[in-house]
């Protein structure tokens, strides 16, 4: 039910929720990850619970934003050279 008669969004009081911007947000899981670094999930795992690779906490596993793995494999080569 719309209070004030309006059917518009965001026009009852209430302000629309802002956008959190995560459309376009890939999420990886720890395999895929592991995958792709050529590593094994063990060391993925190290590398969350460390904070040196960032992810999200889903149930009982865990989803790497891609852009984190990206990130991090682009800050280990440059800090190696």
Partial sequence: ???SGSSRPGTDGVSPRPDT???GVSFLTVAEVAALMRVSKMTVYRLVHSGELAA???GRSFRVP???VHDYLRDAF????
């Fill in 1 to 3: 039910m719309v209070a």
């Fill in 21 to 23: 911007g995560l459309s």
């Fill in 56 to 58: 999200v906490r889903v």
């Fill in 66 to 68: 891609e852009r984190a």
């Fill in 78 to 81: 440059t800090d190696t050279a």
